[in-house]
């Protein structure tokens, strides 16, 4: 509520596993293209209607997450703000850098990273105040 600003989930159109040790398995597998880039469901709103683009993603295996891959790879953001927000449960990895290869946006290298305490229960160990004033800045 403390921006104004229409949401969008990237939905693939095969669903993941409920397991998270599956799908983090899986992830990694090269040969799998539905790990790699799956194919999303349509998306309702026009990308290019919008001037920034708060990118919130979990981290797998040190990278964003698969359909970030798939969204980044549909749409050429040129001249647009990326603004990455990553969640995970350990260490964000190559995720910003990865972000930044796979658009020709501008991408804000103010990111915030929200912990959880485990990768099951993600229960949030980022203090909500440190995520108001990142939202505040942006």
Do not use: H
């Amino acid at each position: 509520n403390m921006i104004e600003c229409d949401v969008l989930e990237l939905i693939p159109e095969t669903s993941y596993p409920d397991d998270y040790q599956e799908v983090t398995d899986k992830s990694q597998l090269a040969n799998e293209e539905q790990y790699i880039k799956p194919k999303l469901k349509p998306i309702e709103v026009d990308v290019y209607n919008y001037d920034k683009i708060i990118l919130v993603y979990p981290v797998w295996w040190y990278k964003p997450a698969a359909p970030i891959y798939s969204f980044l790879d549909m749409y050429d953001l040129s001249g647009k703000y990326v603004i990455p927000c990553a969640t995970n449960a350990g260490w964000l990895g190559d995720s910003l850098s990865e972000i930044s290869k796979l658009t020709s946006a501008m991408v804000v290298n103010d990111i915030q990273i929200v912990y959880t305490e485990d990768y099951k229960d993600n229960k949030m160990k980022t203090d909500i105040n440190q995520i108001i004033e990142w939202v505040k800045r942006i």
